[in-house]
């Protein structure tokens, strides 16, 4: 089945340090791929889409994500991090050609320490 | 503004019976959908819709049911036949081709 894989659960990392938060798809047409973050009790808010245009995407919050077909991969990253941004992380995918929903990863959950 | 809301927050159930879960957009979007959330297992679909009048299960749809009778709402009702529904419910809405998906606050259920 076409799914979409995070690595660890949990990421822990200094403040100003560089946050790198993993995810994987299954298969092989490229679909849309999505970064949600999600606070404490709250609903997910979207930090970055790719939709098959330009392979390094910009989002809010300093973000940024790089699709990488060959790896299959669509990794989240942001050069320093601050404590405002622990939160869970989700990734998303629509695979083409299938109904229009899309399916979630199991969330990485970013701990920020001073 | 524009934008989704669950209602309520927070919602206690006592076993066998059921509940419905409000969700209502005034975005304008054509489909909705309904996920539950539980620690460690991300969000899994219940139920989705594209069009009114029209929905469809998705992955985890037993002791579920949903109507769409209008644009702006998709009330999801949480039966008796859900063994565990305590959880974290959220509702989303999209634009017509899209699968960029906008989110309300969350229902948070607990059966007691």
């Known amino acids: 089945a076409q799914s979409v894989t995070q690595l660890g659960s949990h990421v822990s990392v200094s403040e100003g340090a560089l946050v790198l938060l993993r995810c994987n798809y299954s298969s092989s047409v490229p679909p849309y791929l999505f970064w949600y973050v999600q606070y404490p009790n709250q609903g997910l808010q979207l930090l970055l889409k790719?939709?098959?245009?330009?392979?390094l995407v910009k989002g809010i919050n300093g973000f940024e994500a790089e699709f990488k077909k060959s790896e299959t991969s669509f990794h989240l990253t942001k050069p320093s991090a601050h404590m405002s941004d622990a939160a869970e992380y989700f990734c998303?995918?629509?695979?083409?050609?299938?109904?229009?929903?899309?399916?979630f990863g199991t969330g990485t959950r970013l701990q920020v320490t001073l | 503004d524009g934008g989704i809301t669950q209602s309520p927050k927070y919602l206690f159930r006592k076993e066998g019976q059921n509940v419905t879960l409000s969700c209502e957009q005034n975005l304008n979007h054509d489909a909705m959908y309904w996920y539950r959330q539980d620690p460690g297992q991300g969000l899994r679909l219940i139920y989705y819709s594209q069009i009114v009048n029209d929905f469809q299960k998705g992955d985890i749809a037993e002791g579920y049911s949903v109507s769409r009778e209008k644009k702006e709402s998709f009330p999801l009702t949480v039966t008796s036949a859900q063994k565990n529904p305590t959880a974290f419910y959220l509702c989303?809405?999209?634009?017509?081709?899209?699968?960029?998906?906008?989110f309300g606050q969350g229902t948070r259920l607990t059966v007691v």
């Open positions: 998303a995918v629509h695979y083409t050609g299938t109904a229009s929903k899309l399916t």
């Open positions: 989303a809405s999209s634009p017509q081709g899209t699968t960029e998906a906008f």
């Open positions: 790719y939709t098959s245009a330009a392979t």
